[in-house]
């Protein structure tokens, strides 16, 4: 199967700073997504975003297939962006596959 | 509109009871996917139903069964549980299989 790897796999910022999470995958994907669990589980759809990049809010995402990674920008951080981030990509086989996510600690 | 609707929520089994955990989705999605989440780890594939009517196996399909139900219900079946099978399940469904995907809320199971 694919091979998904996130760093940092862990993260503490001060409130208000900026960070930049990468995920890199090791084959071609028809898709990926980039998911926040907050700490009480739930997943939250942050982008669908195959190539190129997106915006909403602080966050935005850029994805650049031909080169196997994405990236997440995460802005003036507050402390409910903490949580676990995931990325997951479909490839081949039909299947979606998870990196195993940075942990973010968001400090007031 | 619910989205991807888990039930149960909790549940607590002994070694060897079976138990069937059940998955709806109202956005008419064509695939539907079981995943686990163990601690400090992300989701790994049990099993996924590409349309209605089928089924293949994923990452870790052993000890689990599954029915695609109809186009919205997809569940899972444990057999006979094993304290290995602890873990967090969350379904999730999408239009079609490289589109996006919508998780539900997830069950948290115990075996003891």
């Known amino acids: 199967g694919i091979q998904v790897e996130q760093s940092p796999p862990d993260l503490i910022l001060q409130e208000g700073a900026n960070s930049t999470l990468r995920c890199n995958f090791s084959?071609?994907?028809?898709?990926l997504q980039w998911f926040h669990q907050n700490p009480w589980g739930q997943l939250i759809n942050l982008f669908y975003i195959p190539s190129g990049t997106k915006q909403n809010g602080r966050l935005s995402a850029t994805t650049v297939a031909t080169e196997r990674y994405s990236l997440l920008y995460i802005s003036s951080s507050q402390t409910t962006d903490s949580g676990v981030y995931f990325c997951a990509v479909f490839g081949v086989g039909n299947k979606f596959y998870f990196g195993s996510g940075t942990k973010l600690n968001v400090k007031p | 509109n619910a989205g991807v609707t888990q039930t149960p929520k909790f549940q607590v089994l002994k070694t060897g009871q079976s138990m069937t955990l059940q998955c709806a989705q109202d956005?008419?999605?064509?695939?539907m996917y079981w995943y686990r989440q163990d601690p400090g780890m992300g989701l790994r594939l049990i099993y996924y139903s590409a349309s209605e009517g089928t089924t293949d196996k994923g990452e870790v399909p052993n000890g689990y069964n599954v029915s695609r139900l109809n186009k919205r219900e997809f569940s899972l079946r444990l057999e006979s549980a094993a304290p290995s099978q602890t873990s967090v399940y969350f379904c999730a469904s999408s239009e079609t299989w490289n589109t996006e995907a919508f998780f539900g809320q997830g069950t948290r199971l115990t075996v003891v």
């Open positions: 956005m008419n999605h064509n695939s």
């Open positions: 084959d071609s994907v028809n898709n």
